[in-house]
C-alpha cells in the first residue's frame, strides 16, 4: 500500500507515542519535502523533528511536479506541506489521500 501523509496525521500519531502503528499498517509512508521542512520551522516540534529523522519508515520524497503544486496552492489557498501531500500522492499512486486515512 502506497501512503502519503501530510504534518498533522504524523504529529498526531507521535504525541500518543504509537508512531510504530503507520509502519505496522502501511509500511513505509512518504512525507513531502515541505511536510518535512515544516517540522524544524515550529519550535514545538523539535523532538518530532529528531524522530522523524531516525524513523526508518518515514520517507522524505521531493514531489517532481512543482508547477502543479504552485497551482493547487493558487487556488485552494492550502500551505506547502498540504498541497506537496496531495501532489505526492497523486504522482505516487497512493492508496490513500494525505491525512485522511491516516
Known amino acids: 500500500m502506497i501512503v502519503v501523509s501530510d504534518t498533522t496525521p504524523i504529529i498526531s500519531i507521535m504525541k500518543t507515542g504509537q508512531l510504530e502503528l503507520l509502519q505496522?499498517?502501511?509500511g513505509i509512508v512518504y512525507i513531502p519535502k515541505a511536510v518535512y521542512q515544516e517540522l524544524p520551522e515550529n519550535e514545538t516540534f523539535l523532538e518530532e523533528v529528531r524522530i522523524v529523522q531516525e524513523c526508518e519508515f518515514l520517507y522524505v520524497e521531493e514531489v517532481g511536479n512543482e508547477?502543479?503544486?504552485?497551482?493547487?496552492?493558487?487556488?485552494?489557498?492550502l500551505d506547502a506541506g498540504e498541497s506537496e501531500a496531495i501532489i505526492l500522492a497523486d504522482e505516487k499512486h497512493?492508496?490513500?489521500?494525505?491525512?485522511?486515512?491516516?
Open 94 to 102: 497512493s492508496d490513500v489521500l494525505p491525512g485522511i486515512a491516516l
Open 24 to 26: 505496522k499498517l502501511f
Open 67 to 77: 508547477k502543479s503544486v504552485t497551482i493547487l496552492r493558487k487556488f485552494t489557498g
